[in-house]
């Protein structure tokens, strides 16, 4: 084991709900009658990518909308999540938005262990960039040599683009790293690249088909790199999880 490989939203901080808020907020400005609740979002998480989110429910609401031309949806499509991440990336730096337990601590302990970490997300770069600057400091790109995210990984999660980027830069084998998701869609995109994963599902995704994880946990709350090893061995003895 030589890498430690995170997906973002929802694996490193509970941020699902933070960005929920940011969307209503960026709808409500746009003078938009688009109201996505708790239930309607977690249907809508099943489409990885913010751009690609709005433009599903665009799709799937039609019947409602005046038809405009393809370009002028994007257009929309595009103020929108710019006006969205504004909104989010103001919660992030007022503090509002924390990793959740035991992901610190696990980090801290593979960098003194000599392993690397590495982000393997479908989010966007300055989302990435405004958690982890808030949460682990502004020298983080020192802690992160390899950062792939929807800027480099235009294929969305399920597809496994972004995880075969990430070994590519990080030049190892995916026996030597493992990943942590707290999706389906997270899974399956780090599963079909090889990686044994860890899942830390939230009330978003809890309900998801988890086949194929390593370990499915509530938290990385005391969770070490001997634990992830032992477990990893388990594995390859072919034993129950």
């Known amino acids: 084991m030589r890498a430690l490989v995170f997906d973002v939203d929802g694996t490193l901080a509970d941020t699902e709900h933070f960005h929920l808020c940011a969307f209503n907020r ?17 249907q809508l998480l099943d489409v990885s990518g913010g751009r690609e989110r709005m433009l599903h429910y665009w799709r799937a609401s039609r019947e409602r909308m005046v038809e405009i031309d393809a370009n002028a949806i994007l257009d929309v499509v595009e103020r929108l999540h710019q006006a969205k991440t504004g909104v989010y990336e103001a919660m992030v730096s007022d503090g509002l938005v924390g990793l959740r337990p035991g992901v610190l601590a696990l980090m801290e302990e ?10 393997a997300t479908t989010t966007s ?18 802690h992160f040599p390899v950062v792939c995210d929807a800027s480099s990984a235009p294929r969305k999660k ?3 683009q972004v995880y075969l980027q990430a070994l ?45 994880a390593m370990r499915v946990l509530p938290s990385l709350a005391g969770v070490t790199v001997a634990r992830l090893g032992r477990w990893r061995a388990r594995l390859a003895e072919g034993a129950a999880p």
């Not at 960026?26 to 977690?42: I, K, R, S, V």
């Not at 593979?110 to 982000?119: E, H, P, S, T, V």
């Not at 079909?192 to 194929?212: I, R």
């Open 158 to 160: 399920p597809h496994p």
């Open 168 to 212: 590519a830069q990080l030049k190892l084998p995916p026996q030597a790293c493992i990943a942590f998701e707290d999706s389906a869609n997270g899974l399956r995109a780090a599963t079909a690249a090889g990686l044994d994963t860890v899942v830390t599902p939230t009330v978003f995704t809890q309900d998801h088909d988890f086949s194929g």
């Open 125 to 142: 770069p300055v989302n990435v960039a405004a958690l982890l600057r808030r949460a682990v400091g502004p020298q983080w790109p020192l």
């Open 110 to 119: 593979a960098r003194r262990r000599g392993l690397a970490l590495a982000i």
């Open 26 to 42: 960026a709808f409500a400005d746009e003078g938009l009658d688009w109201h996505w609740d708790e239930a309607l979002y977690t």
